[in-house]
């Protein structure tokens, strides 16, 4: 954690990352733990195919990614997961259409802090391939993909790309 250049209570610059965990100040003893940050992905599948978007900011700009994003305070996951496909797609989902996959660590590297995330999965079988990009400052572009043609090396994150590799990929 190199963010830090000073103490956020006393200024000092005396301090350990104990197990990178958390920040110890020497001289006043201020802790500032570095927990993990819940987020949810989201995987539209339509008949043989998965659903990537194109990212279009970073991290890993230019990479595949899925529908989703960071669960907001008081928020359950499901209720994100809605949400952000509302922001993201312009699609009204209930949590009822969310078939939960599983969870993963990520790594999400924002503005040179790292933030460690537990990513949750779900799965959103559509009846349609027919889908538009409501945020398009977040997403260059959507892609169906057939599973026997997914590159897992074109997919930004490790947690995405462990859990297409596991679920999804052929």
Excluded at 38 to 50: G, L, M, R, S
Excluded at 51 to 66: A, I, Q, S, Y
Excluded at 108 to 134: G, H, W
Aim: glycine residues 4%; aromatic residues 14%.
């Amino acid at each position: 954690m190199t963010f830090f250049k000073f103490c956020p209570s006393c200024g000092s610059t005396h301090f350990t990352f104990p197990d990178n965990r958390r920040f110890l100040c020497d001289d006043c003893g201020f802790t500032y733990y570095h927990n993990i940050a819940a987020a949810v992905a989201i995987i539209f599948t339509f008949e043989d195919k998965v659903l990537f978007t194109v990212r279009n900011v970073d991290p890993d700009k230019g990479k595949w990614d899925l529908p989703g994003g960071f669960i907001d305070p008081d928020e359950t996951a499901e209720e994100a997961a809605c949400r952000e496909i509302k922001e993201e797609l312009g699609m009204n989902l209930k949590p009822s259409d969310l078939k939960y996959i599983t969870t993963s660590p990520n790594n999400y590297l924002y503005k040179n802090v790292p933030y460690r995330t537990m990513d949750i999965f779900y799965e959103c079988s559509l009846a349609s391939d027919v889908i538009q990009v409501a945020a398009e400052d977040e997403i260059q572009e959507l892609i169906w993909v057939k599973r026997a043609a997914i590159d897992l090396n074109q997919i930004g994150f490790v947690s995405i790309r462990k859990v297409i590799g596991t679920y999804y990929s052929v």
